[in-house]
């Protein structure tokens, strides 16, 4: 089975993330980069459905030329090979969904899998878009029965049920108060959430392996995508600091703050 | 723990390939999500955490440096001194093991080792399935290994060990251990290196203990009573005191590259202390005195991180010299050790706690300063390059 996998470069979660004063975007020096933690849930992912049923991993990315090490980390954890769409200028969701549907289209594999959304603009999107433009179905939030202390974890088994006929595909889904499962035909889209596993760290052998394993170059004119974007970020801010706290001298008082002040009880 | 821009004030990361990047923080992800958390109990139990040898061996740590054939990562020199940065960031003891593993002993293997030696040792301990020490040290014989007392003699198709060895990093943990021994009636130049494996009859081997330094870390003694040790068992490809300096120069390499990990938490942590601390009602790192240490600090991290760095590629390109490794330990690890101490003030009465990093670091560096060639040593070795005089005496 093959599937295609992605990994979006984002700002390090544990990076100090200024907003500039004039909102019209963040600062950029000093910072670190990541593959969005989702993104590597879906490499995971991805990767034991091939050790299980055979296959292999496609992971794309698109973005400058700086995406190319998400890529390798994703080829260094075991990916087989690396789509790149290098496009260095502005891009939304759905530009991002349209390049992805053309790899989808050249490469076609038997799954899509993504994040759920991207740490850096939380726009949980992408996956959506792409099941539609592709008229694939679709199944967001994946999720896993198992916890992730379990053994089926700890053994590296796949989330993602395949059928036995490799038809379909059963998903587990976090839904508020629950799970919800549901079978999707193959080809389909599936989006990862947090507890779908816990990805492996990568290896030094690995990191060499990478080096020779191939990225291929694509553009969005090569692929006949017009990535113009029909949203704008207009203002970016900073949430509100939050004030310190305050001691009170007797519970009485933390009563009566809590009653008039936080309005709580 | 997230590493604030101003660490690498020189842009050093510019100065290293795709690879090497991604080496470190392979490694360096491991430390802040699996060893981080738990380090201070480990040091205060006195004890190595077995249970993280499987994932270290599964990244490919033990023996990187070393080619793929047997099983390992065939990184460079840099590559590998990075990932040591990384260990020590996280624990001395964590560091010394892999050194342990990977230089002294996966190392002399390789390059000293029979062809059936390699196939049998390499890819083992490479998976960490078999772990290594290395015994030079005796107690009566530290920065003067020539006068060594252990004696091997020929007996046949097998040689008999007698003898002791001390301060043995992994020792009573070690399913193979390197013991270089005189043979026969011999003197320096007759040392060769023996692979005793674990359970062999008269060998015996028993944990150091009051150790208030490289605590998460085993360190023994090893006793030889009449071993029976085949020949087939003696490292061919070397003999004399070449052996065992030639595995201290590979490790004492990733020694100049590794104490910077160690320096690099003190000064993080300091830093991020010295903002958040009020006193007098501003942070403490409001004050000249403070940013003086921290300035200190960021300055000779700078510099170990130059040093060590061409050193790993002069090493790279087979051009590194044992004066050019003396210098390196000898400044990194003074210049470390001294960021501890600094930290340890910036930190205050909590600055002695194992809450706090760098009391460990700084205890643990120590021991550093000690091994692999002491400070004086190393002044001994640079004195002599520089005058052509013999300092050491004897
Ligand atoms: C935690 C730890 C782990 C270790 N692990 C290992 C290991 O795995 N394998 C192993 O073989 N060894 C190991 N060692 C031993 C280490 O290599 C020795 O401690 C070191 O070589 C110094 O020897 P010594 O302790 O006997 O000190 P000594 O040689 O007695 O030195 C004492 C002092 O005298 C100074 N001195 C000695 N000679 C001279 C001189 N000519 N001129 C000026 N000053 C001199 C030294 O610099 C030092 O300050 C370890 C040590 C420690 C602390």
Known sequence: ?265 | MSRSPVTDLYRIDDMLTAEERAARDLVAGFIDRDYLPKVGRWFRDGKFPMEVVPTLAEMGVFGAPLPTEYGCAGMNNVAYGLILQELERGDSGLRSFASVQTSLCMYPIWQFGSEKQKRRWLPEMAKGRAIGCFGLTEPDFGSDPGGMRTRARKDGEHYVLNGSKTWITNGSIADVAIVWAKVDDGDSKSIRGFLLEKGMPGFTAQDIHGKFSLRASFTSELSFQDVRVPAANLLPGVQGLRGPLSCLNSARAGIAFAVTGAAIACFEGAREYALSRQMFGKPIAGFQLTQEKLADMLQEIVKAQLVSLRLGRLKDEGKVTPEQVSLAKRNNVKAALEIARSARSIFGANGITDEYPAIRHMLNLESVFTYEGTHEVHTLILGKAITGLDAFGG
């Open chain 1, 1 to 265: 089975m093959k599937i295609l996998v992605t990994a979006k470069r984002v700002e390090d979660y544990e990076s100090k993330i200024k907003v500039k004063p004039d909102g019209s975007g963040i600062f950029l020096e000093g910072l670190k980069y990541k593959i969005n933690p989702f993104d590597e849930i879906a490499v995971e992912e991805g990767l034991r459905l091939a050790a299980k049923h055979g296959g292999e991993v496609v992971v794309a990315s698109v973005g400058g030329k700086e995406v190319q090490e998400q890529l390798r980390h994703a080829l260094a954890m075991g990916a087989h090979k690396a789509v790149w769409v290098n496009h260095a200028g502005p891009l939304d969701q759905l530009g991002v969904a349209g390049l992805l549907a053309k790899v989808c289209e050249q490469e076609k594999p038997d799954m899509a899998i993504l994040g759920k959304q991207a740490v850096d603009d939380d726009q949980n999107q992408v996956g959506q878009y792409l099941a539609e433009l592709l008229g694939w179905g679709m199944a967001t939030f994946a999720s896993k029965v198992e916890s992730l202390e379990s053994d089926a974890e700890k053994a590296k088994a796949p989330g993602l049920a395949v059928s036995a006929d490799g038809k379909a595909v059963r998903v587990v889904r976090e839904v508020d108060g629950g799970l919800d499962t549901l079978d999707v035909q193959l080809p389909a889209v599936v989006t990862t959430d947090l507890r779908l596993n816990q990805p492996r760290y990568a290896s030094l052998p690995g990191i060499m392996k990478a080096k020779s394993k191939p990225i291929a170059e694509l553009t969005p004119a090569g692929l006949g995508v017009d990535v113009t974007p029909k949203l704008t970020i207009t203002k970016m801010a900073a949430p509100p600091a939050r004030k310190a706290g305050i001691k009170v001298p007797d519970v009485a008082t933390l009563v009566e703050k809590l009653k008039s002040e936080a309005k709580v009880v």
